[in-house]
Every structure is written in structure tokens, then in C-alpha cells.
């Protein structure tokens, strides 16, 4: 079945999977069929290549995966290296590291990523993520040296702000609520999203964003993460990120509306579905300066891993465990409060 996109005055091309035309001949009310307005504008997604493609549950797309309106809050942390290398050994990649102030030996750099995705290809899901920053040549690379004005905090930050040693994320886990998302990711661009859709309960309030990951009722991941930000910490955010990363790329990054994330899939989910690894993340955030908010991991913040593990039939997809087996350390919080999005095909 070939595609045949419908032209939305607000929302802009919409593929069948997003009206309900694809042979189930049903709408997909559950994901949201009716599209929102994109964050971005619709001119924004248009400038991107696209690859048509059916999926196997008979729905047509002219597009891989945008989210038109989605939240954001990122835990970043370091990781035990010796692990994590150990658990990426047959990717083709090596975990870019980081030196800790005090600490002998570098530590691997982990994000876990609580997506609300207000709106999509996929219609309103919610997804959890797990990325590792990874260079694809040479091992040992350093990102980074806490010392003096360089905090880890700010530091942590650094792939927003041009070239480095990341040459891209690895993507280990994803843990979807859609099975439509799951199966979309999985065909269209090797997302290991694990084929079992999880319980999943992102809460964004005023005070905090809490999570609550389950497979029948079994802990995946859940905890919580304090808002703190205002005025003085959004001085502190600037003088951290300046420090860090230099005023001219702090500039540069405030300054431009998108900002773009080199990302590289399982070589076994790649395989599976017959499809490439290397894409790229364009994600839109606007001119606000508080479009992305940074700050500290407090004592009183809440993550506890779960031990349920669930096989995929394919990748080694349980995230949550390699993080409690490499010591995960959450150390800063991004949040962003209303953005789009988009996965490409790296050319």
C-alpha cells in the first residue's frame, strides 16, 4: 500500500498511520487522531527528507517519527566505564567518559530521557529512554575534566554545544506505553523499544516530574525529580554552562530555535527490521532562553531501578539493570517544557 498523505491546514502533511486510513480501517482515537498544532510549525518539519514506508500492521507512513508537541526531563549521570563498555562490546561504539574531580578513572556517561509526547506520528504516548554517549573509532575518549569553574552539573551538557569526542547516542532502551509507537520505532529506524508495552505514569506538576515505569506490576523504574528553577538559578545555569562550555557556544545554542543529535541504534534491531543505524535527532526548542532548564540532582530526588527483566527476542534491551549493575549516579536534571521533534536518516 502506498502512502497518501492528507494536507493538514495547521499540522501540515499527515501520514495514514496518524488519520486512520491504513487497512485496519479504524481511527486511531486511542493515540489522538486528530493532529495538534505542531510546537514548531509546520514549515519547520517540512525542510527534512522523508522514506515511505508500510509497516507491518498494515498502516502506510510518508514520514519516520516526529512529535509535534512533547515534555522533556532528562536525568544525566556517570556510570562504572569498565561496565558499560563491557555491555556495548559487540555495538561498534566505546562510551565516551568523563573525569570526575577526585576520581582515579573516567566514568561512561548514561541519560535517561521521560518523554510526554503530547502529540506524534504515533498519536500521545508516553517514552522513557536510556542513551549513552559513544565515539565510534576510538576508545578512552574524555568529554570532559571536573576542575576549578568546571562543574559536572553544567559539564554533563556539553553534546548541545557543537562538535566533541560523542560522536553520537546509543540508544540501549526505550520503554513504550504505545504499541503503535513500539512497532513503529522497531520498523521504521531500529528504536529498541522493547516489544512489551509497559505501565507508565509521567507526572509533570508544578513542584516535580515523578515517574512510575511497571511490567505487571512489577518496578522497572520509578522516582522523582524536585523543579528547581527561577530567577537565581537560571543566573546560576548561564555562569555553569558559560563556564563549562565557553560563552561563544552557550551563545550559539541560545541563539538557534533547533539543535541537532547524531544517534546510532542496536546493530541486532537494525538487523531484525532490515533497516539503518545512524539517524539524526532534529529537536526544536525555540528562542526562550528557559526553552531548556538545567540544575542539580538534589538529595532529596528519588530513582529506584527495578530487577524485573523481560527478554525482546532480540537486543539485550533491559536498561534499568545495566544502570543499577554500573553504579548509575544521577547528577543533573534537564527539563524542557513544550518542544517538537524529528528523526532522520543520516546522510
Not at 546560576?236 to 550559539?252: D, H, I, K, P, T
Request: glycine residues 10%; hydrophobic residues 40%; proline residues 7%.
Amino acid at each position: 500500500m502506498q502512502p497518501n498523505p492528507t494536507v493538514d491546514p495547521v499540522a501540515g502533511r499527515i501520514p495514514e498511520s496518524r488519520i486512520g486510513r491504513g487497512e485496519t480501517g479504524n481511527e486511531l482515537a486511542a493515540w489522538g487522531a486528530t493532529p495538534a498544532r505542531p510546537i514548531a510549525g509546520a514549515a519547520w518539519f517540512d525542510q527534512f527528507t522523508y522514506h515511505p514506508a508500510p509497516l507491518s500492521n498494515g498502516l502506510s507512513t510518508d514520514r519516520e517519527w516526529y512529535a509535534l508537541s512533547y515534555t522533556s526531563c532528562l536525568i544525566r549521570g556517570f556510570c562504572d566505564m569498565d561496565v558499560v563498555s563491557e555491555a556495548l562490546a559487540d555495538e561498534g561504539v566505546f562510551p565516551v567518559g568523563a573525569q570526575r574531580r577526585g576520581d582515579g578513572a573516567p566514568k561512561a556517561m548514561a541519560t535517561i530521557w521521560f518523554n510526554v509526547i503530547h502529540d506524534s506520528v504515533c498519536g500521545v504516548y508516553n517514552e522513557v529512554v536510556l542513551s549513552f554517549d559513544v565515539n565510534h573509532s576510538s576508545p578512552g575518549q574524555v568529554a570532559f575534566r571536573e576542575g576549578g569553574l568546571v562543574d559536572a552539573t553544567w559539564a554533563l551538557q556539553y553534546g548541545n554545544f557543537g562538535p566533541s569526542v560523542c560522536d553520537s547516542l546509543f540508544l540501549h532502551s526505550l520503554w513504550i506505553d504505545s504499541p503503535l509507537s513500539i512497532s513503529w520505532g522497531r520498523e521504521m529506524h531500529a528504536s529498541p523499544k522493547h516489544p512489551k508495552a509497559v505501565s507508565s505514569v509521567l507526572s509533570d506538576q508544578a513542584g516535580e516530574f515523578a515517574f512510575d515505569l511497571a511490567w505487571d506490576g512489577r518496578n522497572i523504574m520509578r522516582g522523582r525529580a524536585k523543579k528547581r528553577f527561577g530567577t537565581v538559578p537560571f543566573l546560576r545555569e548561564g555562569m555553569g554552562l558559560v563556564a563549562a562550555n565557553g560563552l561563544a557556544a552557550v551563545s550559539r545554542f541560545l541563539t538557534s530555535a533547533s539543535f541537532d543529535i547524531p544517534i546510532t541504534m542496536p546493530a541486532k534491531t537494525a538487523a531484525q527490521n532490515n533497516v539503518p543505524r545512524h539517524y539524526v535527532g532534529h529537536l526544536w526548542k525555540g528562542l526562550n532562553p528557559s526553552a531548556v532548564q538545567v540544575w542539580p540532582w538534589g538529595q532529596d530526588d528519588v530513582l529506584d531501578l527495578g530487577e524485573v527483566n523481560e527478554p525482546t527476542g532480540c537486543e539485550d534491551h533491559n536498561g534499568h539493570t545495566l544502570l543499577a549493575r554500573a553504579g548509575f549516579e544521577p547528577v543533573s536534571v534537564t527539563y524542557v517544557p513544550r518542544a517538537s521533534a524529528l528523526i532522520e536518516l543520516a546522510h
